[in-house]
């Protein structure tokens, strides 16, 4: 990874001063965390889910693995008896169906949908990295954009089952996955086609070719090139942090098919324009 002299951090406004994970906004956020990363784990839940991840480890194949986790989450969270969960048929808002793999579905048609919110707001929550986007920029928490994506996010989670510890548990074991997919590796390389360069919010300019820029908490990105120029003019690259990877379209292959979509969790990056 070819690094420059530049120290430019994660702005104050971009971020909250506490997370749910081991590492502060500020640190995760950083662009030394983009060059030099470490594991990120959200409080308490691998050790909660400890029986799952042994169950993992002794199955035979990544196929195997995600039917073991499916399967799992369908057990702890009640998606198939969702009574047991407290569900009463009959509600006002029907929100039954809510679950995790309606919230990929849901971020792989529209990042700026309602399932989009929620994701989002998870990253919010759990990362300290706040939303710099949602159908329009937003600026500041006293932005009207701002509101209208808290009104989202909530709408999202309203008489849901524990979306937001599914997605915990969904982050999780897409790390574990892609420790078992890239052994000894730390980042990879992904790419974003956009149209409009300057929408993204540069911090610093190093040469034509390269800049700091800072992220939307979560954007969308692939793992080929090709694929990035269906989307736009101009093509960003990056070495994203393995652990910056929240989830991929190939994460379950009996459940979800994708363009080779990565979910990135945002912060300082340094990229490259093509």
Known sequence: ??????????????????????????????????????????????DLHSDLFERLDAAVDALAR????MHYMAVHFRLDALEEAGYAQGSRIDRGKADYLRLLRGWFFDADGREGAVWKGWVESRFGLLPRYHGEPIHSPNDESYRAYLEARGAGLYNTNALEAQLDLLYTYCQYELAKKYPGK????LYRGVNHIADHEALEEIDRHHKVVLLNNLSSFTSEHARADEFGDVIISAEVPLAKIAAFDQLLPVSLKGENEVMVIGGVYEINLN
């Not at 104050?12 to 470490?38: E, K």
């Open 66 to 69: 995600a039917e073991q986790f």
């Open 186 to 189: 730390n980042h990879l390389r």
């Open 1 to 46: 990874m070819v690094t420059y002299n530049t120290t430019t951090s994660l702005p104050d406004y971009a971020r909250l001063p506490i997370n749910r994970c081991n590492l502060p906004a500020v640190i995760l956020g950083s662009l030394t965390f983009q060059r030099h990363p470490a594991p990120l784990l959200l409080d308490g839940v691998r």
